[in-house]
């Protein structure tokens, strides 16, 4: 089976193009995935070809008819019988290794987060008068401003969770912004498959993005786009986000999205005998969604001690839960590298519990999943991922401070089970030690529309705000023909 992957504004003939094939071995199928390779002389040939378009036909629209193109192309993928949507959910698994039924309600979700309503509140979550990114709208400090877009926007995008892309594209079509994406060999679909679907949905749209490929760490290939771009936007580990800022240039602002690390907070009032149950389960739906693979996937669990279940119940409950998913969601297959990490991870906290005897490792032979009661062994440590978490416990909720200090830069998501009061005292002191994101248990892999990715703005970032200041407005009235 092959797919052609990608999406090119209409410059080349057929057979000019050469592309790169990637193999995906899925449970029973195998797939071979097309991937566009420009050459340098046709990487220009895009990019004159995107900025040109970017400033002629996608900054014409209005940002009311920019939301509804995306809403229309969203509208069609929840549809499980569009040929797009039934693409993703037969390839996909095949491609990433996720659960086929796992990937089908995740894909619901999070394509939910861009509909009509969402996006306009994308847009009022940064722009108090989205109207600013048409026109020069008043500012109630006298003059006026306008939020242009950029002419062209690189992104460097990572495949640890289908659809991922999704994001950053759509930010960047909400401010009128040029589109070159680059795929991740991990998961090189679904963005040419949206942007091939935004250009049926407007055809007019057809030159002001491009999805292509080309393999990471390629300097002269990167350095050259980079140099021409106005905004490089990239997700990844953080060695390749200072190799890749090496090749940007000073005069181009960069914007790096990179490791995270992620946990759980449980109160005591969240786990007695009526709401326990509910405590567990949404806390295991966050380890086994995406076995962990996002950011936002907790490594760990701090569970306040004085609960009708203890600690060590939860940790026991959670277990039961973990399998109670893996027969219904299996865990994707593991790489070798993958699976020799988990062994080594979980043989160490086994060799542990010789000296700490209220350790307790639970998990199947096959180590589907795994999860560790630690105690009272409160440091934030990193879990192997893959359906591997720690289970520590506390005896007051702001306990947790003093273990996560280290950590600092790279908090982002922390999933609270809290009463109203807990929620905001503890909400806070985790800001004021780096976190960023403060959710809901069992929403952690589903951050709502319009969050602040990493604490920053996903438009604004995107944009220069344009000022006319007052001064000029009253020089221009004096030079009006109808001034005497």
């Known amino acids: 089976m092959t797919e052609t992957a990608g999406y090119l504004p209409r410059l080349f003939q057929e057979g000019e193009l050469e592309y790169k094939t990637l193999t995906f071995e899925g449970k029973s199928e195998k797939l071979d995935v097309q991937v566009p390779v420009l050459t340098k002389q046709q990487l220009d040939n895009v990019i004159a070809r995107v900025k040109q378009a970017s400033a002629t036909i996608l900054k014409s629209l209005t940002v009311t008819e920019i939301v509804q193109i995306i809403d229309r192309v969203i509208e069609q993928l929840l549809d499980r019988s569009n040929p797009y949507r039934q693409k993703a959910e037969k390839l996909l698994p095949i491609v990433t290794g996720f659960d086929e039924e796992l990937i089908r309600i995740g894909l619901t979700n999070y394509l939910k987060t861009f509909r009509k309503q969402n996006l306009q509140r994308f847009l009022v979550e940064d722009f108090s008068n989205p109207l600013l990114l048409d026109d020069f709208q008043p500012r109630t400090k006298r003059g006026f401003s306008k939020a242009v877009g950029a002419n062209l926007t690189v992104h460097i995008w990572s495949g640890n969770v289908p659809a991922l892309p999704l994001w950053s594209l759509l930010s960047n079509l909400l401010v009128k912004s040029g589109t070159i994406g680059k795929l991740p060999s991990a998961e090189p679909l679904f963005a040419g498959w949206f942007a091939n679907m935004i250009v049926e949905a407007e055809p007019r749209l057809e030159d002001c993005l491009a999805v292509i490929w080309w393999k990471g760490g390629d300097e002269e290939k990167e350095t050259h786009l980079f140099q021409q771009a106005d905004i490089v936007l990239a997700y990844g580990g953080n060695q390749s986000l200072e190799s890749i800022k090496s090749r940007v240039p000073i005069t181009t602002r960069f914007l790096p999205f990179g490791h995270k690390i992620s946990f759980g907070?449980?109160?005591?009032?969240?786990?007695?005998?009526?709401?326990?149950?509910?405590?567990?389960?949404?806390?295991?739906?966050?380890?086994?969604?995406?076995?962990?693979?996002?950011?936002?996937?907790?490594?760990?669990?701090?569970?306040?001690?004085?609960?009708?279940?203890?600690?060590?119940?939860?940790?026991?409950?959670?277990?039961?839960?973990?399998?109670?998913?893996?027969?219904?969601?299996?865990?994707?297959?593991?790489?070798?590298?993958?699976?020799?990490?988990?062994?080594?991870?979980?043989?160490?906290?086994?060799?542990?519990?010789?000296?700490?005897?209220?350790?307790?490792?639970?998990?199947?032979?096959?180590?589907?999943?795994?999860?560790?009661?630690?105690?009272?062994?409160?440091?934030?440590?990193?879990?192997?991922?893959?359906?591997?978490?720690?289970?520590?416990?506390?005896?007051?909720?702001?306990?947790?401070?003093?273990?996560?200090?280290?950590?600092?830069?790279?908090?982002?998501?922390?999933?609270?089970?809290?009463?109203?009061?807990?929620?905001?005292?503890?909400?806070?002191?985790?800001?004021?030690?780096?976190?960023?994101?403060?959710?809901?248990?069992?929403q952690m892999t589903s951050p709502e529309a319009g969050w602040h990715h990493d604490g920053r703005f996903n438009l604004l970032d995107l944009v220069n705000m344009v000022d006319i200041e007052h001064s000029a407005e009253e020089y221009a009235e004096g030079l009006a023909s109808y001034v005497d």
């Not at 062994?377 to 192997?384: A, F, H, K, Q, R």
Request: hydrophobic share 35%.
């Open 265 to 442: 907070v449980v109160s005591k009032i969240s786990l007695n005998s009526r709401k326990a149950w509910k405590t567990v389960r949404d806390a295991a739906f966050d380890v086994i969604r995406y076995d962990q693979q996002g950011c936002y996937s907790p490594h760990m669990f701090y569970v306040q001690k004085g609960g009708n279940v203890g600690p060590r119940e939860f940790a026991r409950y959670l277990a039961h839960e973990l399998d109670g998913f893996e027969k219904r969601y299996p865990r994707r297959a593991l790489s070798i590298e993958e699976g020799a990490s988990l062994s080594e991870w979980r043989q160490k906290e086994e060799f542990s519990m010789f000296t700490k005897s209220e350790k307790e490792v639970l998990g199947q032979h096959n180590h589907s999943w795994t999860v560790v009661y630690a105690g009272n062994e409160g440091e934030l440590t990193l879990s192997c991922l893959n359906r591997v978490i720690k289970v520590v416990e506390v005896n007051d909720l702001s306990d947790i401070l003093p273990n996560i200090k280290a950590y600092r830069p790279y908090l982002q998501t922390v999933g609270i089970a809290a009463s109203p009061n807990e929620l905001f005292q503890l909400s806070e002191l985790l800001g004021a030690a780096g976190v960023t994101r403060i959710t809901a248990l069992g």
